[in-house]
């Protein structure tokens, strides 16, 4: 019985509605609801990305500075990969350092403002490679 009901209201909604004039058709132009919020929900989740050359103005230091501070902190250490990115609010420059002898990397993310260390810290393969993954999903939602 509720089918019958919901099935009738349905196809009521959907025909057009006579206008006061009784010649033409009622027919809106308003997106629906669901089709608004989604959209807005959309929206609300899109982060402008920072473009490379927007992060570089931003930077006091340079890149070749930073690097020097990185190496410091691992002594032998190789630079196996860097960038600078905005982690936890603060612009940073961030090293993957490779030691022969040693698996995994560390990893010295150095302050891009002020040249000092904000952290250091090991990681190994098996890290590594969840991290790279984790990256790797936060860029195809960008």
């Known amino acids: 019985m509720f089918k019958v009901?919901?099935?009738?209201?349905?196809?009521a909604a959907s025909t057009t509605v006579a206008g006061a004039?009784?010649?033409?058709?009622y027919k809106s132009t308003a997106k629906p609801?669901?089709?608004?919020?989604?959209?807005a929900k959309r929206h609300?989740?899109?982060?402008k990305a920072e473009t490379q050359a927007a992060l570089q103005k931003e930077a006091k230091i340079s890149e070749a500075t930073a690097r020097a501070t990185a190496v410091k902190e691992v002594p032998n250490g190789t630079v196996k990969s860097s960038e600078l990115e905005r982690?936890?609010?603060?612009?940073i420059y961030s090293y993957d350092i490779t030691v022969p002898g040693k698996t995994g990397i560390d990893?010295?993310?150095?302050?891009?403002?002020?040249?000092?260390?904000?952290a250091k810290?090991?990681?190994n393969p098996k890290a590594e490679k969840k991290?790279?993954?984790?990256?790797a999903k936060e860029k195809k939602t960008k």
């Open 33 to 39: 609801a669901t089709q608004t919020s989604t959209t």
């Open 107 to 118: 990893e010295v993310n150095v302050n891009a403002v002020d040249g000092s260390v904000v």
């Open 5 to 11: 009901i919901a099935v009738a209201v349905a196809l």
């Open 87 to 91: 982690e936890n609010g603060k612009l």
């Open 121 to 123: 810290q090991h990681e």
């Open 21 to 25: 004039q009784g010649t033409g058709t």
């Open 44 to 47: 609300a989740k899109v982060k």
């Open 131 to 135: 991290e790279a993954a984790q990256e």
